[in-house]
């Protein structure tokens, strides 16, 4: 059985150990001594490790066949120390991975002014958290490119699940673009970002990046609509742009200023992957049935 090691523990992670553990002697970097007893129980051996700290990093030269990077950079600067310190240590083992498979954003790309986008765009990162994941991107693929390790880039945009809807941010009565302003916006469930990563590991194809989307092409603000509608919330309140920048934060704003529809055709031609929520509107609805379980058991 081949070993692989998954850098970055956190919930897509552990949405794709149970498939895992099925193919792999699956070995967890945990920075976190509290959640090895968890990842042991699933299946997994926790080994104690952090990325922003290298010399805690001995034991993973050498040690897997396969490498599932999940760790996002750190929240400043240009580049991504974390990748760096990662790759150094998987360098000095005498034998490397074969594969290594690292997730992405789709925010590399920029803002497309709502254009269709396939990974042969070039990338043009227009915020810091982006150039990081780019600066991430170059370092694998250079890593890839030296050791003939077959590196795979999954870009995804917006991750959620039925206990990642913006629920919260409805409630409050956050403001919306109004349509005219608005721009599209790319998801993807949890599951089925966590089928990619499992699909990638065996059919990711040397220095490929992959746009991990579904079939949808929604604007931001329907999004927030459907969600509301689907939970009783009321429908957030549009606002102009001009009256967004005056009023939004700027991380707020930030999610705002980038339009574009992503292409998933590789996902599904090279990586096979079959969505198990293939629009939002399936996620969402999915979503609702999962919270009516559980007020039912609860009441």
Excluded at 101 to 106: K, P
Excluded at 108 to 123: H, I, K, L, M, S
Aim: with cysteine; glycine share 8%; hydrophobic share 40%.
């Amino acid at each position: 059985m081949q070993k692989l090691l998954i850098v970055g523990c956190g919930d897509v992670a552990w949405r794709a150990l149970p498939r895992l553990v099925r193919r792999y002697r699956v070995f967890a970097l945990l920075r976190d001594a509290g959640e090895h007893a968890r990842w042991r129980a699933a299946g997994a051996v926790p080994l104690a490790g952090n990325l922003d700290a290298p010399a805690s990093l001995g034991r993973l030269a050498g040690l897997a066949d396969a490498v599932l990077h999940l760790a996002p950079p750190p929240d400043r600067g240009d580049r991504d120390p974390r990748t760096r310190h990662l790759l150094a240590a998987l360098g000095r083992g005498k034998s490397l991975p074969q594969r290594l498979i690292y997730i992405s954003t789709s925010g590399v790309y920029g803002d497309c002014g709502g254009a269709f986008v396939d990974e042969t765009r070039r990338p043009h990162p227009e915020t810091a958290r982006a150039a990081r994941r780019l600066d991430a991107e170059r370092a694998l693929r250079a890593f890839g490119r030296e050791t003939g390790t077959t590196v795979g880039i999954l870009r995804a945009p917006g991750i959620y699940a039925a206990d990642r809807l913006p629920l919260e941010r409805l409630a409050k009565g956050t403001p919306a673009l109004a349509d005219a302003d608005d721009v599209f916006t790319n998801h993807i469930h949890a599951d089925d970002l966590a089928a990619a990563c499992c699909a990638a590991l065996v059919r990711a194809r040397p220095n490929r990046s992959y746009n991990v989307c579904d079939d949808s092409h929604w604007k931001m603000g329907e999004y927030f609509d459907r969600v509301a509608d689907a939970f009783a919330l009321p429908r957030p309140p549009r606002l102009t742009r001009a009256d967004a920048e005056r009023q939004l934060s700027p991380l707020q704003l930030s999610f705002m200023r980038e339009s574009r529809r992503l292409s998933n055709r590789r996902l599904h031609a090279e990586l096979h992957v079959a969505l198990a929520y293939p629009t939002v509107a399936d996620g969402i609805l999915a979503a609702r049935k999962e919270h009516e379980r559980k007020s039912a058991c609860s009441s």
